[in-house]
């Protein structure tokens, strides 16, 4: 019975001194049991470590060694290796989210007796940081009954702490009597351990502890040592403490070695208190890390308690301390991989030799594995990857939002993007995931565009579908009927999938009914089939890690159910308890790793105990951001609180934020001595490529102590950089670099270095990589420049015919190669549930469409219908578009408050419409003879051909298009005239200057087609053209000015069409007879006194001006049409003289990357020429040279 401490720097090799210890007690007690306890979190390792030095003192080799008298455990291990028989270890375990639903059934029990916790207890993580809380208690050895005792002397200290305790102290006592004899906590295991081994003989039995010098003792572990110095043969304790035994008055909360020294205190008076002999301390004195790090253990002892100036020294080896700059977190990992990487293939480093370090692993988690991956390097991270991300877990989750929020979208493509829940096709099977995946994503765009929810997903009748396009009839075609059937597929999974169990959930009686429900449903819709597909997957790809993931999650949530049946089964059950309570499961559980036994670099955190067996250690993000970590731990009972707390002897809990802060510079010490060889520190300068950091104050006292020079490293490198090592690497992450070096020699105009070119020759003659480096090597050249079509892609996208409207036309002369993004490869933008320009456009014209079609067939004259008249007419007709099933544009308008008040908005505006019809038909004879009149649409309805232009090589374009409206007046004794008007929901003009560069040429295609069609639209051969007109469909707004005259006039002269009209005499005479020199009240013209037309109102033509026109636009339809057979699709953006853009409100710019600053990308100037005559003299030239005038 004996107590002894193996003390020393960390720079000391403990492990040897307690070896050797061990070896000569085993020699003299051959027949003992020694057991070598050691942190959970690096047991394995240790095992096979201490297993290997055994070997080496035996002078055997480890394959062929064998020890049964040694056991190398963590203190758990230690309890199932006495206690595994024992009624007490038999009692079922409860993990974390156990235990948090005991605290929760406890809370609901005394909800009307607490305080303070009654109104958290729905906050979430509430329930885990008070269970957390509860367990910390327990391993202080801190029990209800005392807990209550210390509120009972404090009371009125604080109201708040008053509260707090009181609470606690009733939940912690309801806890222990639901666990009392039912379950186990690993957080009960010590104390059973110690109340079993009181009755154990331990005689001899020999306990060695090693690594526990970061962490204190709890008291658990401390009252678990007491029975084993009073039992066992001999207790061992290694800690890393400087020289001298620490006494009450020698510890000092500054000094480095505060922590070790408290637990050395401890255990020393506990020893004396049992009179149990304390042997001499045994000095570690083998060194482990070279001469170099050995002088930064000095130094930081020293600086540390800064009670004593250090004089700078310089290190002996330039290698073994570094610090390296780099300009990002990505910039930094790569270094640390490359050297790694040229460490082992060039100085015969094994991959296990290197350790990498920093204080939160989290903000490296999205780097890390790829650069490694990319260097070729095994890792073995041994931060532990939680499940709460697994698709398991989301579908659960949506499951259960879907039945609280009832169908919304998001919670339904949460759900089924899991792909755990697959439609059965009709054999019984699962459909395929990629045809499902088709599906899904189908499904997903039409209901983001019809904006379906709730009750839609439940309907019986199947969701119509048809393509919604502007220039189309809208008509139902075998393709839609196929997408159709793909979007009901998922919408009938979903109705006759979900409800059934939502339903059965709502009857369950208890949890445990409803337990059994969720994994009935789970099991019956494929989930478990289809985790184990995906686990057999994985197998088959060799991706071992990944394979066990499924099945580990299953496990977990069904111990997870197996542990809220057991506790709250037998209780009414409400769901959005059982889902909080399911994820704070998931939420605390991790995924089981292999342990690092294999020849990998191990990825670890500074703040968890390492094994200190490594050559090289990089500390990576050594920034003053988190070296020291300034981050404190949320818990229940603060800072505040515990120092208030007077606890009995014995009993203690974990240590202040303040104190575990002061403890950062003894926990980066301990970092700093796991490496024998080398330290090297690497710190990002940018985070996120936005704030800036700074190097952490630590890395900068050792760097100013030993005259260290940082070394910067870019995160890509230089042409001319001679040194190109730190560049260097695997192939593919070589190559990377290798185009880094290309493209700045490109750019800056610079040679790449030797070096680099070596490194091009030797990747571009390796078989494996040649195409790659010279595809990647070729990009340097890259220019953004689209490459004209080959004949057989111009086949494949547009075969022998463009059939277009005039306006995609129009489009390709604003930017071709976004008509070719558009138009040939028809790349669209997801249609969202919203109500778009063109949805609103569609609105106007199908009511105005309808009132004049209606007029014309029960010949109404709009003129001589009152107001009120009138309005029931619109009404009727808007009703009636609205209304139309076949109008599935429509239905956002009933979706919410608002829409429906835009829709009454929208039939404000077709009553004010057709107002302005009403009164302008007052002023004019000119009539509507026919709207909505198609033009090369195959299967519409008394329509006209299209405009047919045959082209060279057989190639043909066809115009398509529809034409609002097409207006006729017959004058008497002379000629009828025909013209036609476009609606438009913003201002418009014809403008030739926007015709002469093909940005403009609806008004005249649709002129061209009525000259070519007159036979079929008059009963008149020698009819005449009148012109192409715009009316603005607008409310208009008045001003002061307006009213003083009166207020019909003010509102024709704000409805005027505006465009192109015919210089004829008669047509201009008779379009309104009764004005006089005044301006035109429905039409833009105007007269002088003297009887001409007055300039600058309106665009007047003469008809050859105009027959000049057409032919215009005939011949830059064929332009257009012969361009895009001839594979052209320049970048080419147009920019208008107003500053306007074609790249303004493209979709495509991501993929354009247009940028007007590359020599290569430039807009395309449109002149700004007003001068009428100066434009249709320079189309006359044009149709000239090309034999056309």
Known sequence: ?????????????????????????????????????????????????????LAQQAGKDLTGYAQSAVQVLSLTRLAWFFMKNTPQYQLPRVSEAGLNMLVYQSIIDHRSELKLFAGEADRPGFITMLTRQLMELKTGQVSAFDLGKVAENIIGTSADLDAKLHD?????????????????????????????????????????????????????????????????????????????????ETINEQSIFFQPSRTYLRLYQTARGLNVPVMTDVIAKQPRVGADLQHLETYWQKSATGLSRTQPETVSDP?????????????????????????????????????????????????????????????????????????????????????????????????????????????????????????????????????????????????????LQTDDLGTQTSADDTVGQQINMIRHFVRDTLPPFFKQLDNAKNGREAAQILVRFLTNA????????????????GDLVTAGQPEQTWNTFCDLLDEYVTILGDRQFVADD????????????????????????????????????????????????????????????????RQQLVLPEGEYLGDTGVMTLQGEPYLNYLAFM????????????????????????????????????????????????????????????????????????RENQRSLSLNWQYVYHVLDTDTAEHDLTEKLMGSIAYRNQPVQLTPDIVDGLYSTTINSSISKLEE???????????????????????????????????????????????????????????????????????????????????????????KRQLIALVQQTARAFHEQGKFTPMRAKQTEVMFGHIGAENGLPALKFDLPNEKKVQVRGKIDRIDTMKVENSNQYVGVVDYKSSAHKVDLNDIYHGIAMQMMTYLDVVQRNMALLTDDPDAELAGALYLHLKNPTLTPNDLKTDIMSAMLSKEQYKGLLVNDDDLLRNLEPERDTNPASVYPYAYTKSGSLKKNVGTIVTADELKDLLSFTELKITDAANAIFAGQLDLNPVKYPNGRTAMQYSPYKAIMQF????????FRMLTADRDKQVILQRMQEELKNRGLH
């Open 319 to 467: 290698q073994a301390i570094q610090i390296i700059q780099a300009d990002n977190r990505y910039a930094e990992v790569a270094r640390v991989a490359a050297t790694i990487r040229q460490l082992v293939a060039e100085k015969g480093y094994r991959y296990r030799d290197f350790l990498i370090l920093t204080r939160h692993l989290d903000k490296y988690q999205n780097v890390l594995g790829p650069i490694m991956n990319a260097q070729e390097i095994p890792y073995f991270s041994d931060v532990s990857q939680s499940m709460a991300d697994h698709p398991l877990v989301e579908l659960i989750t949506s499951l259960f939002e879907i039945k609280r929020r009832h169908y919304q979208y998001a919670d339904l493509m949460r759900l089924l993007k899991t792909e755990l829940m697959l439609p059965k096709d009709e054999t019984g099977e699962p459909v395929a995931v990629l045809k499902f995946r088709d599906a899904l994503f189908k499904t997903e765009n039409w209901v983001l565009k019809m904006g379906y929810q709730g009750n839609k997903w439940l309907q019986k009748e199947d969701w119509p579908y048809a393509r």
């Open 168 to 248: 606690l102290v009733l939940i912690y006592d309801s806890f222990d009597a639901a666990m009392a004899n039912k379950y186990v906590a690993n957080t009960d295991l010590l104390n059973q351990l110690s109340d079993y081994l009181e009755d154990t003989d331990l005689s001899h039995a020999h306990f060695y502890f090693d690594g526990f010098s970061q962490t204190q003792f709890s008291a658990q572990e401390m009252a678990l040592l007491k029975t084993l110095m009073q039992g066992a043969s001999e207790v061992k304790v290694a800690l890393t403490v400087d020289h001298g035994t620490p006494t009450p």
């Open 1155 to 1162: 940028d007007p600053m590359l020599p290569e990308n430039d």
């Open 812 to 902: 390709f002369y604003q930017n071709q190669y976004a008509y070719f993004l558009k138009y040939g490869l028809r790349l669209q933008e997801r249609d969202a549930f919203e109500l778009s320009p063109a949805n609103t456009g569609e609105f106007f014209h199908a009511s105005l469409d309808m009132l004049m079609k209606r007029v014309n067939a029960e010949h109404i004259d709009l003129t001589a219908l009152d107001e009120r008249q009138l309005t029931q007419l619109v009404d009727e007709i808007t009703t009636a578009v609205l209304d139309d099933p076949l109008n599935l544009q429509y239905a956002i308008l009933n979706s919410s408050h608002r829409m429906q008040y835009i």
């Open 674 to 745: 796991t490496p024998s060889e080398r330290l090297i520190f690497t710190y990002p300068l940018s985070e996120d490529g936005e704030s800036q950091n700074q190097i952490s104050p630590y890395v900068a006292q050792i760097k100013q102590h030993f005259n260290l020079t940082v070394q910067t490293h870019a995160a890509t490198p230089k042409a001319d950089d001679k040194t190109i090592q730190p560049y260097l690497g695997a192939k593919r992450a070589t190559l990377r670099h290798l185009v880094q070096a290309a493209n700045d020699s």
């Open 526 to 541: 494929g989930v478990v089939d289809q985790l184990m597909a995906w686990r057999d997957q994985a197998i088959d790809a």
């Open 1 to 53: 019975m004996s107590l002894q401490f193996i003390i020393g720097p960390a720079s000391m090799d403990h492990q040897a001194e307690l070896l050797n210890a061990l070896t000569a007690s085993l020699k003299a007690h051959p027949d003992d049991q020694f057991y070598y306890l050691v942190p959970n979190h690096i047991k394995f390792e240790s095992e096979v470590q201490i297993l290997d030095r």
């Open 578 to 641: 059982f889902l909080a309570l399911l994820l704070a499961g998931f939420e605390g559980a991790d995924y089981s790793q292999i342990p690092s036994t294999l020849d990998q670099v191990s990825i670890s955190e500074s703040g968890i105990i390492q094994m200190n067996n490594r050559k090289i250690t990089f500390m990576i993000g050594a920034t003053d951001k988190v070296m020291p970590d300034n981050t404190l731990p949320s818990r229940l009972l603060s800072d505040q609180d």
